[in-house]
DNA sequence: TACCAGGAGAAAA
DNA sequence: TTTTCTCATGGT
């Protein structure tokens, strides 16, 4: 079993997942922040409530009053740092000159700028990254740790980059192949593990229906 | 009822 | 430097 076998295996379970489902580039940045330890139909009520009243606009969500913006995003859950994530994430893009400016910088510059922003993390950096930038990054989150370590792919105490080198290397320099990888890793993670309490070693269960 | 979800930052040890 | 706590709604 390799990084490249497993790849292969979701992709034939599951089939391509074409991530991110959002209308624009902005729409994904909101929802990485949104998505933070929450499930993506709360993120989507969210995102239908700003869309609902216009205010789906970094001015929009910079200027208006801020509870509410937390009122919009409170199915997401834990709204009130959402709103001053979403704000720092929205002051630093209007700052940098929007969308069109950004898209110019240089990957690594982009991602240390990004990692500089308050509420933006190496995993919704990479998410913004990847889906709303289109950069080649691979995503790493608790469930390709949980996943690899359980394949003994990986040891599972990693740092974020070792693993996120560890991926592209494997992988090669390809954003599709990290955009599905990514999405895939997700996907099987919901569809076998929806024991109570989560179980996380079904991976190796003959039972799993996305068995690797 | 208790657990958990597509994390991150601050505080405490 | 590493670990623990806090933020919070809503589905199962």
């Not at 909101?30 to 709360?42: D, E, R, S």
């Not at 606009?57 to 834990?78: F, H, M, N, V």
């Not at 000159?97 to 500089?116: D, S, V, Y």
Request: proline share 5%; glycine share 6%; with cysteine.
């Amino acid at each position: 079993m390799s990084i490249r076998r497993v790849y292969k295996s979701l992709l034939e379970n599951y089939g391509p997942q074409s991530w991110w489902p959002s209308d624009s580039p902005f729409e994904t940045m909101v929802g990485a922040i949104l998505t933070q330890n929450t499930t993506w139909t709360h993120v989507e009520k969210a995102i239908n409530n700003l869309k609902a009243n216009k205010a789906l606009t970094p001015e929009t969500i910079l200027y208006r009053d801020e509870a509410q913006i937390a009122a919009w995003i409170k199915p997401s859950g834990y709204y009130n740092v959402k709103t001053r994530r979403l704000r720092a994430l929205c002051a630093w893009l209007v700052e940098s000159g929007g969308e069109e400016a950004i898209a110019k910088m240089p990957t690594p510059a982009l991602r240390e700028a990004l990692l500089g922003v308050k509420g933006v993390g190496p995993e919704t950096c990479d998410d913004i990254l990847l889906y709303a930038l289109n950069r080649p990054v691979f995503v790493i989150d608790n469930y390709t740790r949980r996943i690899f370590s359980r394949l003994d792919l990986i040891d599972g105490g990693e740092s974020y980059d070792e693993l996120q080198a560890l991926f592209e290397q494997a992988m090669g320099d390809d954003r599709d192949v990290f955009s599905e990888y990514h999405a895939l890793i997700v996907i099987h993670a919901k569809e076998v593990c929806r024991k109570k309490p989560a179980c996380h070693a079904c991976c190796f269960a003959t039972s799993c229906p996305g068995r690797i």
